[in-house]
């Protein structure tokens, strides 16, 4: 999605793994904790130097690397290793804690939002804590209501997380990267239905930061704007070229981070196209989509030729189904033909 020259292209996978070693090379205070992140409990002590490297893969060869006392399998226990992790930050590390699906969050809950995303807060600014949690999400997958969520919006109402959703393996090895070495806590969501792509796009070998809080226009147009976070970014630069062989301009806007929000970049594109399309997969109610509608509605809404209109699932829980999880999903044709009914 972001275009240079296209002489290096690796997956969403290793571009996180890569953004992992650097920066654990860089700094030797930054650890790795999480399920299975090493292969589970006891395969250290059995000569076993590799592993998966966690359910989505992206911790693999960093056990044989860094060891036991920096890649740390943790039990079953979200509470207690977020927690740990949480500890770990206050007192001088830069953990990355795996939570394996973003689902899981209502266990750790309390140590994310009343702790993590406080603590600086409450103590008057005296310590930091530079903890980045690093989670999966998205539907497509076809595994059920519990393993499918998307739901970064809930992370955005706290002050004091910042939350990033990368789109592409370049902004996943920024962001990440970029969230390691932030002295706040960092939520990164990754969706699973990109991690396995390949961009034409340059992904540098070496280190190097995508700013947070910061939205990227990935295509430039003139006649609507399609917003998109993660997952939607892709679905929206397919239809803007599918828009684009019928005769329109279209500008897409990829999010990069949610919390905190690049307005400006949101108001300038939409007062440019005077058109807007907000493709979000999480919940409808009180999500993001929800709040830069009300952003536009409130702050540009003399530039609007028509209503900024929303592409989000039902207010449903995700189906197993692979049929009804087809249709209970954003696609290209759905933005294609939100686009329409505010271009015509």
């Known amino acids: 999605m972001v275009q240079t020259q296209a002489t290096r292209q690796i997956s969403f996978i290793q571009a996180v ?13 930054v650890i790795v904790m999480g399920e299975d992140v090493a292969g589970g409990a006891g395969r250290e002590a059995q000569g076993i130097k590799d592993a998966w490297g966690g359910a989505m893969r992206l911790t693999k060869g960093l056990i044989g690397e860094f060891g036991v006392e920096r890649v740390r399998d943790t039990p079953i226990s979200e ?10 930050a206050a007192t001088g590390l830069r953990p990355v804690v795996e939570l394996m699906y973003v689902s899981f969050f209502g266990v750790c809950a309390d140590q994310i939002f009343n702790n993590a995303a406080k603590m600086h807060y409450m103590f ?14 998205g539907a497509g997958t076809n595994s059920a209501a519990q393993h499918s969520e998307t739901i970064y ?3 955005t109402h706290f002050p004091g997380l910042k939350v990033v959703v990368p789109s592409d393996p370049y902004t996943a090895k920024g962001l990440l990267i970029s969230a390691i070495r932030d002295d706040d806590p960092v939520m990164v969501f990754n969706n699973r239905q990109l991690l396995g792509f390949k961009w034409e796009q340059h992904v540098p070998e070496e280190a190097y930061t995508v700013p947070i809080g910061k939205a990227n226009i990935v295509r430039k147009g003139k006649d609507v704007t399609l917003i998109g976070i993660g997952y939607t970014t892709y679905l929206n630069l397919q239809a803007a070229q599918a828009l684009e062989a019928e005769g329109y301009s279209v500008e897409v806007l990829d999010l990069l ?16 196209t005077r058109k807007v399309v907000i493709v979000d997969e ?8 929800t709040d830069i509608s009300a952003l536009i509605a409130e702050q540009a809404f003399d530039f609007l030729d028509a209503p900024p209109k929303r592409v989000t699932p039902p207010h449903t829980p995700v189906p197993y189904s692979r049929p009804l999880e087809a249709v209970y999903m954003p696609n290209k044709d759905k933005v294609i033909q939100a686009a ?5």
């Open 79 to 88: 509470a207690g290793f977020i927690g740990a992790g949480i500890g770990a």
């Open 17 to 29: 793994n890569e953004a992992l070693k650097l920066e654990m090379r860089r700094d030797p205070t």
């Open 340 to 344: 329409k009914e505010v271009l015509e």
């Open 153 to 155: 919006s809930v992370f």
């Open 257 to 272: 981070s949610v919390s905190p929000m690049d307005e400006e970049a949101i108001l300038q594109s939409v007062k440019k």
């Open 282 to 289: 999480d919940y409808p109610r009180c999500s993001v989509a």
């Open 124 to 137: 008057g600014g005296k310590f930091k804590i530079p903890l980045t949690i690093l989670t999966s999400m």
